[in-house]
């Protein structure tokens, strides 16, 4: 047969197919100007192809040092597909989302904080960046298979618009198996309550980046606490292994 009926039967553009004759991945005798292929070659792609692909290899990072580095780079200028996929390639790759957020994303975001303050970077760029890691976090935000350990709400108080670190926290809490309903920034104290109420929540983790939503943060404890709804809060700074541990505790029965 001819190129072009063995392209229709891979389901592939003929440009695909003359391709992969140009790679020696379909094997094709050029008689004249047209290329002949053997319905046995065909028919040995046809079943290569069918067959799933391995799994992703494991990645044990040795120098976070180099991949800090290699996203700050990406985020500076904004290149959004490239920081996705180092992103992407850690997931695939199985390495721990707390490792992940801890060893790359929030030293990145520290390094870029620092720069906004000290003047050398500008809000439009800092914005840029930390909406980059947001988008990029969404694919770390899925649960694995089992049992899960309980419910748990996540949010930031009134006046803390910072919902990196609580998008962190629910990448953290899911992977490691707490049905975590992420509420993102600034939610109100009672409403707090009656999400956990309606959802049976184990526990609110609060998030308080910004040192003026403190006292808001500190409020917000005193209401849950009069509803005697359990909760913990952490910081900037705090470490999301400290927060499963605590989680897991409370699954413990601890
Ligand atoms: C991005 C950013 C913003 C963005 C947020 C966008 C978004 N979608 O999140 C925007 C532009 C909104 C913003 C606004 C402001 N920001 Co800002 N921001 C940052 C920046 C660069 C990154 C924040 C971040 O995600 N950090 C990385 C996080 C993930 O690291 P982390 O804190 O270690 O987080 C861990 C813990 O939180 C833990 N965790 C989470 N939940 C829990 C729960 C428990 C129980 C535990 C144990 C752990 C835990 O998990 C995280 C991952 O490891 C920081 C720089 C920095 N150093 O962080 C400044 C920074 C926090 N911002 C700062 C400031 C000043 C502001 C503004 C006041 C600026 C202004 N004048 O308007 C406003 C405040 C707005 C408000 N009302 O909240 C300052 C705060 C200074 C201070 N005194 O501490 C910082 C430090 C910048 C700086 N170097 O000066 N900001």
New binding site residues.
């Given amino acids: 047969m001819d190129l072009k009926e063995a392209a229709n039967q891979l389901g592939v553009h003929y440009q695909t197919a003359y391709q992969w004759v140009r790679e020696g991945r379909l094997h094709a005798e050029k008689i004249g100007s047209t290329y002949r292929i053997d319905e046995g070659d065909l028919q040995h792609l046809i079943e290569e192809r069918s067959k799933p692909s391995p799994p992703p290899k494991e990645m044990r990072v040795r120098d976070w040092v180099a991949q800090q580095e290699k996203l700050l780079n990406h985020l500076l200028v904004g290149e959004e597909l490239l920081a996705r996929v180092q992103i992407q390639r850690l997931a695939d790759g199985k390495v721990p989302v707390i490792d992940v957020?801890?060893n790359l994303?929030?030293p990145v975001?520290?390094e870029?904080?620092?720069r906004?303050?000290n003047g050398t970077l500008t809000?439009a760029e800092?914005?840029r960046a930390?909406?980059i890691?947001?988008r990029s976090l969404a694919n770390l935000m899925l649960s694995p298979s089992g049992r899960p350990k309980g419910v748990v709400i996540?949010a930031t108080p009134p006046?803390?618009?910072?919902?990196?670190?609580?998008t962190?926290?629910t990448a953290?809490l899911r992977n490691n198996r707490w049905i975590t309903h992420h509420l993102g920034t600034q939610v109100p104290a009672l409403d707090l309550v009656k999400i956990s109420k309606d959802t049976e929540a184990d526990l609110v983790?609060?998030?308080v980046?910004?040192?003026?939503?403190r006292q808001a943060a500190v409020e917000v404890e005193e209401t849950l606490d009069n509803y005697n709804i359990a909760h913990?809060?952490?910081?900037?700074?705090?470490?999301?292994r400290?927060?499963l541990e605590?989680v897991n505790a409370l699954a413990k029965g601890d």
């Fill in positions: 957020c801890e994303l929030s975001l520290t870029i904080g620092d906004w303050a809000i800092e914005h930390s909406a890691v947001e996540v006046g803390d618009e910072h919902s990196l670190p609580a962190m926290a953290a983790v609060l998030t980046t910004n040192p003026d939503a913990v809060s952490g910081g900037m700074g705090s470490k999301l400290d927060l605590s």
